[in-house]
C-alpha cells in the first residue's frame, strides 16, 4: 500500500479482555512507532522497533501492553485486561531511518473505547 | 529534559491573519524540530521541519522561526485559511534518541 495503514479503525471491547490492534507499515521502513493519543491530549510514546534492535518499551504504561514486529514488517500492538483508561486512539507510524533524522508517516489510529 | 512544551492549547484567528505557535525545549541535544499537522480523524503528517542551524525557514505560507539561545521556536502561518484549520504538534528529537517527542497540541480554528 502507499501508506501506514492500521486496522480495526474502530474498536469497542468490554472492561478485562484483550485487544490487538495491527499496523503495517510502509514497505522498506525499518523503523515502526507506537504513540497513544487520548481525547484533547498530545502524542504519547508508546514503544519503537528498529530492523533488528532490542525495541525500546520505555513508553508503554504498564505490564498489560506488549508490542511484537514480525518478520521487520508488521506489527500488533496487544493490550491484556483493558481498562477503561485504555481508550483512546492508537497511532502507528513508520520511517526509513530513526525518526531523529527521517519523516515519520502515520497510519489513520485505531480508536480504541473501552466500556 | 525530555518536554517540549507548547502554547497555547488552543487559537482562534480570522481568515487572512497570521497564527503563531510556539514551542520551548529544554535539552540542548535536541537538533531536529518538526511540525505536525493533523485534521480530525486523520493520523499526523510531517508539514515543515528544521534543524538548529538556521533561524528560519520559510515553504508557501508556513514558516518555522527557530531561538536556539532561547530554546524556543515557532509556527507561523501567514495569510491563515479555513482549511488550515487542524491541530499542530511541534516535536523535537536528537539522532540518538531515535524517537520524537511531541508538545501538547495546538487546536488551530480559521474563522471565515
Known amino acids: 500500500g502507499a501508506g501506514v495503514s492500521q486496522s480495526p479503525s474502530n474498536k469497542v471491547t468490554e472492561k478485562g479482555k484483550d485487544v490487538e490492534l495491527r499496523c503495517d507499515p510502509i514497505s522498506g521502513h525499518t523503523a515502526l512507532y507506537w504513540y497513544r493519543q487520548s481525547l484533547g491530549q498530545g502524542l504519547e510514546f508508546l514503544i519503537y522497533f528498529q530492523g533488528n534492535s532490542a525495541p525500546d518499551k520505555s513508553g508503554l504504561p504498564s505490564d498489560r501492553f506488549s508490542a511484537e514486529r514480525t518478520g521487520g514488517s508488521v506489527s500488533t500492538l496487544t493490550i491484556q485486561r483493558t481498562q477503561q483508561e485504555d481508550s483512546a486512539v492508537y497511532l502507528c507510524?513508520?520511517?526509513?531511518?530513526?525518526?531523529?533524522?527521517?519523516?515519520?508517516?502515520f497510519g489513520q489510529g485505531t480508536r480504541l473505547t473501552v466500556v | 529534559q525530555q518536554q517540549v512544551k507548547q502554547s497555547p492549547q488552543s487559537l482562534i484567528v480570522q481568515k487572512g491573519g497570521i497564527s503563531i505557535i510556539n514551542c520551548a525545549y529544554e535539552?540542548?541535544?535536541?537538533?531536529?524540530f518538526p511540525w505536525y499537522q493533523q485534521f480530525p480523524g486523520k493520523g499526523p503528517a510531517l508539514l515543515i521541519a528544521?534543524?538548529?542551524?538556521?533561524s528560519e525557514k520559510k515553504e508557501g505560507r508556513f514558516t518555522i522561526s527557530f531561538n536556539k539561545s532561547a530554546k524556543q521556536f515557532s509556527l507561523h502561518i501567514m495569510d491563515s485559511q479555513p482549511g488550515d484549520s487542524a491541530t499542530y504538534f511541534c516535536a523535537a528529537s536528537y539522532q540518538g534518541a531515535q524517537k520524537l517527542v511531541f508538545g501538547q497540541g495546538t487546536r488551530l480554528t480559521i474563522n471565515p
Open positions: 528544521i534543524r538548529p542551524d538556521v
Open positions: 535539552n540542548t541535544a535536541f537538533d531536529y
Open positions: 507510524a513508520s520511517s526509513l531511518v530513526g525518526q531523529g533524522s527521517a519523516e515519520a508517516f
